[in-house]
C-alpha cells in the first residue's frame, strides 16, 4: 500500500503496479442519475455540465480512489451515433480527460474509460470488425493525446470485440493498458475453465492489466477472479453493487459500502491488484474499500500477490482453446455435434415432404392437431409450424409445435423469428424448445411490424437469421452465443430459408451464404413456381452444398394469386399462370393444383424435398399433388 509521500512522487502506472493494491473509483453514470442528471449518454454531461462531472471525480478522491476514469465510457462514433452525436466525438473524449486531469490534479492516475461499440458486430451483427476497431481507434487517439495515464477496456461481453479494442489500443502507442471482460451473473460458467482460458487470450494480446467488471455483484465477482487465476498475471476487478431493482425506469442497487468492502478485501488476498467497483457504486462504497485495504495493510504489510495464494486451481493441461465449443473441460468430437431428428435422418435417404399448418388466431388449436394427424396418415416427414407470419398476433409456435408432437408423434419444423424478441429471449426460446424435444428449428428474421395486427410495435431484430442460427448451433456444442456454458448439449436439426424470386439476388445470396456458414444444414425456399426460377437459383447455391427443400404454394384461384403477387412480399407468380388461372374461371382450384403437381415432378430430381403449403387448411391437396407427382411420401 503506498503512503502519503508516494503518491505525492506519482509514479509511472507500470511501475505503480508492482508496489501492491491499487484503487479504482466507482460509477460516473449512478452519481450523475442520483444528482438529476441523467441524460442519456452520459457523457454529454462533459459538454452540459462539466462541473458535476468535476465534483464527481473529486468525490472518488475524497474517498480514497488512487485512479479516476474519464466520463468516455460510451464516448466511441459507433455508441454516440445512436443519440445524433458522433460528430461531437472527439469534442466529448477531450473534454472528458480535461475534466478528470483538472481534478485529479499532479497525484491521481487519470485512466481513460472504453467501453464496448454498443453495436453487434459480424458475424452476429451488422458491423464489420475493422468498423468497429477504426471507431475506437478513432476515441482512444483523443484520449491518449488529451494525457490519459493508462486506458481501462471495460464491460466488453464479447472477446472478440474486446480483441478489436486491444488492438486499436496498440496501433495508437504504448499506453499502460487494462482489459476487463464482463461474465454472466449465471455461475455455470465457472463450472469449466471459461475464464482462465479468457485470461490466457487477453494476456496473449500483450496487455498490462486483465480481469473483470460489472454484471455481477462482489460474491459472484469473486467467484470468477478465483477461477481467472493465472501464475505471473496482474488482475483487476470491479464488482457491481449486486443486482438492481427497477424503479420508476431507474436501477436501484442494494449492496451496502461495507458488503462491497468485505470482498474486496477478500480480492485483494486472492490476488487482484487494481480494485474498484461499477454499476450502483458511490464514493460511499469507494470509502468502504479505502478503509478495508488500509487495515489489511496493517495486518499484512508486504501485501499478497497472486503466487503467494495457494486456493486457486490452474487449468487442466487438456483445457480446450477459446474459439472452440467446450462442455467443462473436455473437447467435443465434430461427430458429437450431428443432430438426431427422425426428419434429419431421413435426409437424402428419401424425399422428404414437410407441409406447413395453417395457424389460426385464439386460443382453440384443435383443427392444427387434427390437419397434423391428417397428414401423417398421408406419410410426410413433418409439418412445419410459423411464427407469427405476416406480424399477426398467433399463439407461439413453440407451444403449437409441442402439442403437435405429443399429440400426434409428427415431428414439427419449428419456426423462430427474431423480430418479436432480443437476443435473450430468442435463446431462452431455443432452450425451451430443447425441453419440449422440439429439435428441427427453421430461423427466420421475421416480417416488420409495421405490415401486420400492431403497426405500432416495435421490432426487436437484436441479431438476424443467421445470428440466431450461429446461436443454435452454439448450443449444440453446448454454449449460449457469447460462448457460455449452458451444462449440455442441444441437437437441433437447424434450417434457415431463402428466396429464389428475392429484387436483389445478388444480396438473397449473400444472406444465405453468411446462415450456410453460421451453421445452417438444410434450407427452405419461398414458393417457386417456374423450373427457370429453381434452376437458376440452384446453379448459384452450388457451391453451398445445402440440401434444398423447395417450396410450392398450391394456388387456388386468380384472385388467390393476385395477392399473393402483389401484396405477399417474397412472391413472384408468373404473369402466363395467373392468366391461366383468370380463364380456368371455376376451375381455377383444379388448374392451381395442376401447376403445382407438374412443377414438383419435374423439380424432385433436382432437390432433397417439397416444402407444401396448402391454403386454407386445405390438406386434402397434399394427398392430390404427391400422388400427381408421384411421390411416395410413406416410403
Not at 168 to 178: C, F, Q, S, T
Not at 188 to 204: A, D, K, W, Y
Not at 549 to 567: D, I, T
Request: aromatic content about 6%; charged content about 25%.
Amino acid at each position: 500500500m503506498q503512503t502519503e509521500s508516494a503518491l505525492h512522487r506519482k509514479l509511472p502506472f507500470r511501475e505503480r503496479l508492482k508496489q501492491g493494491p491499487i484503487l479504482c473509483d466507482g460509477a460516473m453514470g449512478t452519481l450523475l442519475d442520483l444528482y438529476e442528471y441523467s441524460e442519456i449518454p452520459h457523457e454529454i454531461q462533459n459538454l452540459k455540465n462539466p462541473d458535476i462531472v468535476e465534483r464527481i471525480h473529486r468525490e472518488y478522491i475524497d474517498a480514497g480512489a488512487e485512479i479516476i476514469q474519464t466520463n468516455t465510457f460510451a464516448a466511441n462514433r459507433l455508441r454516440l451515433s445512436q443519440y445524433w452525436l458522433e460528430d461531437r466525438c472527439e469534442e466529448i473524449n477531450a473534454r472528458g480527460v480535461e475534466i478528470a486531469r483538472r481534478a485529479a490534479g499532479n497525484h491521481i492516475y487519470v485512466a481513460g474509460s472504453v467501453g464496448p461499440s454498443g453495436k453487434l458486430l459480424e458475424p452476429l451483427g451488422k458491423v464489420a470488425r475493422e468498423q468497429a476497431r477504426d471507431a475506437f481507434r478513432e476515441q482512444i487517439e483523443v484520449l491518449v493525446d488529451s494525457g490519459v495515464d493508462l486506458l481501462i477496456l471495460e464491460t466488453f461481453v464479447s472477446l472478440s470485440e474486446l480483441d478489436e479494442a486491444i488492438a486499436a489500443a496498440k496501433e495508437v502507442g504504448d499506453v499502460p493498458l487494462v482489459a476487463q471482460k464482463a461474465f454472466p451473473e449465471d455461475g455455470s460458467i465457472l463450472s469449466g475453465s471459461f475464464p482462465v482460458e479468457v485470461v490466457e487470450h487477453i494476456i496473449q494480446k500483450g496487455v498490462d492489466v486483465v480481469g473483470a467488471n460489472c454484471t455481477v455483484g462482489p460474491q459472484r465477482m469473486f467467484s470468477i477472479i478465483r477461477s481467472m487465476y493465472k501464475h505471473g498475471v496482474i488482475l483487476s476487478a470491479q464488482p457491481a453493487a449486486g443486482i438492481p431493482t427497477l424503479l420508476n425506469g431507474r436501477s436501484i442497487y442494494h449492496t451496502s459500502p461495507e458488503y462491497l468492502a468485505q470482498y474486496a478485501r477478500e480480492l485483494v488476498e486472492a490476488g487482484v491488484t487494481l480494485v474498484g467497483a461499477c454499476c450502483g457504486s458511490t464514493p460511499a462504497h469507494i470509502r468502504a474499500i479505502r478503509g478495508a485495504l488500509n487495515a489489511l495493510e496493517k495486518t499484512q504489510p508486504t501485501g499478497i500477490r497472486p503466487a503467494d495464494h495457494t486456493a486457486f486451481h490452474p487449468p487442466m493441461p487438456d483445457s480446450p482453446k477459446i474459439s472452440g465449443p467446450r462442455k467443462g473441460s473436455a473437447e467435443i468430437r465434430p461427430e458429437e455435434l450431428v443432430p438426431s431428428t427422425r426428419f434429419a435422418e431421413a435426409l437424402g435417404k428419401k424425399f422428404l415432404v414437410s407441409v406447413e399448418l395453417d395457424i389460426p388466431r385464439g386460443l382453440e388449436m384443435d383443427e392444427v392437431v387434427e390437419g397434423a394427424r391428417y397428414l401423417q396418415g398421408l406419410g410426410v416427414d413433418a409439418v412445419n409450424v410459423t411464427d407469427g407470419a405476416r406480424a399477426r398476433l398467433r399463439m407461439s409456435p413453440i407451444a403449437i409445435a409441442h402439442q403437435v408432437q405429443s399429440k400426434v408423434g409428427l415431428e414439427a419444423v419449428t419456426h423462430l423469428a427474431t423480430r418479436d424478441r432480443n437476443m435473450i429471449s430468442l435463446q431462452s426460446e431455443l432452450m425451451s424448445a430443447h425441453a419440449f424435444g422440439l429439435n428441427n428449428i427453421l430461423c427466420v428474421t421475421g416480417d416488420p411490424t409495421n405490415i401486420g395486427d400492431y403497426p405500432q410495435a416495435t421490432s426487436v431484430f437484436d441479431i438476424d437469421a443467421a445470428g440466431l442460427i450461429r446461436a443454435a448451433k452454439s448450443m449444440n456444442a453446448g454454449c449460449d452465443i457469447m460462448g457460455n456454458s449452458i451444462g449440455s448439449r442441444t441437437s437441433f436439426f437447424i434450417a434457415c430459408a431463402a428466396n429464389p424470386v428475392a429484387e436483389d439476388i445478388e444480396t438473397e445470396i449473400q444472406k444465405l451464404q453468411k446462415k450456410v456458414e453460421a451453421g445452417a444444414d438444410i434450407m427452405f425456399t419461398q414458393p417457386i413456381y417456374e423450373m427457370k426460377t429453381l434452376e437458376e437459383f440452384l446453379d448459384r447455391i452450388g457451391r453451398f452444398r445445402i440440401p434444398v427443400m423447395v417450396g410450392v404454394l398450391p394456388l387456388r384461384s386468380y384472385r388467390h394469386a393476385e395477392f399473393l403477387h402483389n401484396e405477399v412480399p417474397g412472391i413472384s407468380i408468373p404473369h402466363s399462370l395467373r392468366e391461366s388461372l383468370r380463364k380456368a374461371g371455376d376451375e381455377a382450384t383444379t388448374v392451381g393444383v395442376e401447376i403445382a403437381t407438374l412443377f414438383l415432378q419435374e423439380a424432385k430430381k433436382l432437390v432433397s424435398g417439397v416444402y407444401l403449403m396448402p391454403p386454407f387448411r386445405k390438406y386434402d391437396v397434399v394427398r392430390i399433388i404427391l400422388e400427381g407427382a408421384e411421390i411416395a411420401a410413406r416410403g
